[in-house]
C-alpha cells in the first residue's frame, strides 16, 4: 500500500474551495487501495469533519498542552477532530519562521506522545551529486527524533525531501530518493535497531505531479509521495490518486 499525502500549506483560502477540494478527493481516495491523508489547514478540519472517513492530518502543531502561547494551536485542541497525522520539520517552517531541530525535536516528542503519527521531513537545501545523500539528513533525523522511545518509531513516517526541489517544478530523481531511503533506514537502523529502520516508511517529496508520481511510487524502497502544490488542484490530485489506483 502506498501513502499519498497531501499538504495543502496555504493554498486553499476559503471553506467552498476546501470543501469543493476534500469532496473531490474523497471520491477518488475511496475508490483506491493507496493510503491518502489530507492535511488541511486548522481553520478547514471542521469541514472535513462533516464530509471525511479518511485519514486526516495537520501541517503543524505546538508542543505544549495549554497555557499562555498567543497564537498556537495544541495536541489537545486537535483530540476530538479525527485527526491522525502531523506533519513536522517542513522546510518552510524550518526556513520561513525559524523552526531549530531543537523545536521540531519538542513537537516530535510531544505529537507522539498525544498519540499522533507524525510525518516528520528532512532534506537538504542544495542540489547534491547524483547518489550522493548529504549528512544534513542524518543530522536532523538524530536530532529531531532525540529522545524519542523505540515503541514510537513505527508512529513515524519520513519525508525526504530536498529543499529545492520543493515547489520548483525540479523534482529529484527516483533513484537519488531510493538512496536517501536506505540512507534514513540506516540512520535510524544505527539509532535503534536494524528491524526498526527497515520497517520506516519513507516518502519522497519535491515537485510531485501527474506525470512523474508513478516514478516514485513504483520505485522499490519508496513508500509514497508527500505533494504540495499538486494536491490542492482538484483534477491534477484526483487524477494522481486513480494513477497510483
Ligand atoms: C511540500 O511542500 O511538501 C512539497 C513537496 O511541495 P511541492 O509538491 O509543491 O514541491
Known amino acids: 500500500m502506498k501513502y499519498l499525502i497531501a499538504n495543502w500549506k496555504a493554498y486553499i483560502t476559503s471553506h467552498k474551495d476546501a470543501k469543493a477540494l476534500f469532496k473531490a478527493t474523497q471520491a477518488s481516495a475511496e475508490a483506491s487501495m493507496s493510503e491518502v491523508i489530507i492535511c488541511p489547514p486548522f481553520p478547514f478540519i471542521p469541514d472535513v469533519k462533516q464530509n471525511w472517513d479518511m485519514a486526516l492530518g495537520v501541517q503543524d502543531v505546538f508542543w505544549e498542552e495549554k497555557g499562555a502561547y498567543t497564537g498556537e494551536v495544541t495536541l489537545e485542541m486537535l483530540k476530538n477532530l479525527n485527526v491522525e497525522y502531523v506533519i513536522l520539520g517542513h522546510s518552510e517552517r524550518r526556513n520561513y519562521l525559524g523552526e531549530t531541530d531543537e523545536v521540531v525535536n519538542k513537537k ?14 528532512v532534506g537538504e537545501k542544495e542540489r547534491k551529486e547524483e547518489n550522493v545523500i548529504p549528512t544534513i539528513v542524518a543530522e536532523q533525523i538524530r536530532a529531531d527524533l532525540d529522545g524519542v522511545p523505540k515503541t514510537k518509531i513505527p508512529n513515524i513516517l519520513v519525508a525526504y525531501e530536498p529543499i529545492w526541489a520543493i515547489g520548483t517544478g525540479l523534482s529529484d530523481t527516483p533513484e537519488n530518493a531510493h538512496q536517501a531511503a536506505l540512507y534514513i533506514r540506516k540512520t535510524i537502523g544505527d539509532m535503534y535497531h536494524t528491524k526498526l529502520g527497515v520497517g520506516i516508511k519513507v516518502l519522497y517529496g519535491g515537485s510531485v505531479n501527474s506525470k512523474n508520481v508513478l516514478d516514485f511510487v513504483n520505485y522499490h524502497g519508496i513508500d509514497g509521495v508527500l505533494v504540495g502544490s499538486a494536491s490542492a488542484k482538484k483534477d491534477e490530485f484526483t487524477k494522481m490518486i486513480k494513477m497510483v489506483g
Open 108 to 121: 516530535v516528542k510531544a505529537a507522539l506522545k498525544a498519540g499522533f503519527k507524525v510525518i516528520l521531513c
